[in-house]
T-cell receptor
């Protein structure tokens, strides 16, 4: 199957700083990508998505960047807050069903 | 409000028992999925169904069974053949219309523990 992976398993960020979470994918035919946030003991929640005809998409405090040349995806969180502490997954919706990586745990230091 | 509901939130199983986890959605989604999550791990696909009365095995289907008799419901049975069932189980649903992709909506999960 196709691989969707994450570069870093854990990330610690000072409150107020920006966070960057990275993701690599291997299916060059993928055309839709999603980021999810999973808080402890809960199901993953949709954060933001991006289609392959875009390089960048912004939401509220979050930005997703897509580099199709190197098959890399990143999630940027501005002014990280304690409530941002969670595990973040990227997923490739080019295939059905979604394939998830192990995720990156973001810890916010107050 | 539309959503996807998993029950129970916590479930305890004795060794040798079968247990069934419930998943119901009122989003009118065609597809439904079951994932297993172990501590510090990602989501692994157990079974999925893209249409009523049809389902496919995922990566770790052994020891599990499902049914899809109604669009709204996709229950998962953990059988006694599953030797290590203690995990967090997540159900999800999705819609795919007109060739566009849509993300998954997840339930809040069921934590299963073997006692």
């Amino acid at each position: 199957g196709e691989n969707v992976g994450l570069h870093l398993p854990t990330l610690s960020v000072q409150e107020g700083d920006n966070s960057i979470i990275n993701c690599a994918y291997s299916n060059s035919a993928s055309d839709y990508f999603i980021w999810y946030k999973q808080e402890s003991g809960k199901g993953p929640q949709f954060i933001i998505d991006i289609r392959s005809n875009m390089d960048k998409r912004q939401g509220q405090r979050v930005t997703v960047l897509l580099n199709k040349t190197v098959k890399h995806l990143s999630l940027q969180i501005a002014a990280t807050q304690p409530g941002d502490s969670a595990v973040y997954f990227c997923a490739d919706s080019g295939n059905t069903p979604l394939v998830f990586g192990k995720g990156t745990r973001l810890s916010v230091i107050a | 409000d539309g959503g996807i509901t998993q029950s129970p939130k916590y479930l305890f199983r004795k060794e040798g028992q079968n247990v069934t986890l419930s998943c119901e959605q009122n989003l009118n989604h065609d597809a439904m999925y079951w994932y297993r999550q172990d501590p510090g791990q990602g989501l692994r696909l157990i079974y999925y169904s893209q249409i009523v009365n049809d389902f496919q095995k995922g990566d770790i289907a052994e020891g599990y069974s499902v049914s899809r008799e109604k669009k709204e419901s996709f229950p998962l049975t953990v059988t006694s053949a599953q030797k290590n069932p203690t995990a967090f189980y997540l159900c999800a649903s999705s819609s795919r219309a007109g060739g566009d992709h849509y993300g998954y909506t997840f339930g809040s999960g069921t934590r299963l523990t073997v006692v």
